[in-house]
Nanobody, 115 residues
Framework: VQLVESGGGLVQPGGSLKLSCAAS????????ISWYRQAPGKSRELVAF????????TYADSVKGRFTISRSNAMKLVYLQMNSLKPEDTAVYYC?????????WGQGTQVTVSS
């Protein structure tokens, strides 16, 4: 099982970024995927979740209306479109899958929102 995030970077407040999570090593289309983030000195928090078929999505209150999670089962990719970014969105962003009762994490991608 491997999850690889990409797309992070430095962006000004109000800007946008699109993160990607590439999956391999399991039947991707059978599992929901989550995005989490961890800011310096803070615990890791759930940002968004998408069900296996993409029909169900949930978001943290802090990102509702600004972030959109989506997936391509054909490409084995999960995306996180982030708009209207704020300095408080600065964090390392991780994708996670839960398979057979075990959490699998990617290595994370840094998002920095600063002027």
């Amino acid at each position: 099982v491997q999850l690889v995030e990409s797309g992070g970077g430095l962006v000004q407040p109000g800007g946008s970024l699109k993160l990607s999570c590439a999956a391999s090593g399991f039947t991707f289309s059978a599992y929901g995927i989550s995005w989490y983030r961890q800011a310096p000195g803070k615990s890791r928090e759930l940002v968004a979740f998408i069900s296996s078929g993409g029909g169900t999505t949930t978001y943290a209150d802090s990102v509702k209306g600004r972030f959109t999670i989506s997936r391509s089962n054909a490409m084995k990719l999960v995306y996180l479109q982030m708009n209207s970014l704020k300095p408080e969105d600065t964090a390392v962003y991780y994708c996670k899958a839960v398979l057979w009762g075990r959490d699998y994490w990617g290595q994370g991608t840094q998002v920095t929102v600063s002027s």
